[in-house]
């Protein structure tokens, strides 16, 4: 199956492109942020943050979005395990 990869590292998505790729996986900020990195202990940990402003802290600091997320059409699964796969219909 043909695929793009996008390194989100190196080409940060914007908050606008990253709430839609939530949306797209039904997932709310919360569900996909890595919780162990130290941008998140510096912007996030104990405060009480409202979705779009933790998108925007994402999408500024974007080692704190869980990986890979795969698209495939206009549904997303975070494929963490990697048997979320299935959810894309992939064969």
Known sequence: MD????NYIE????AKEL?????QAGLRPQDALRTKEAA?????????LT?????QIMAEHSELLQRPIVVRGN???L????????ELNLE
């Not at 695929?3 to 996008?6: I, K």
């Open 40 to 48: 998140y202990r510096e912007h996030v940990a104990g405060r009480d």
């Open 79 to 86: 494929a963490r395990p990697v048997d979320k796969l299935a």
């Open 75 to 77: 549904k997303a699964v």
């Open 11 to 14: 080409e940060p998505l914007s």
């Open 51 to 55: 979705d779009d402003r933790l998108i």
């Open 3 to 6: 695929f793009t990869s996008v």
């Open 19 to 23: 709430k839609q790729l939530l949306q």
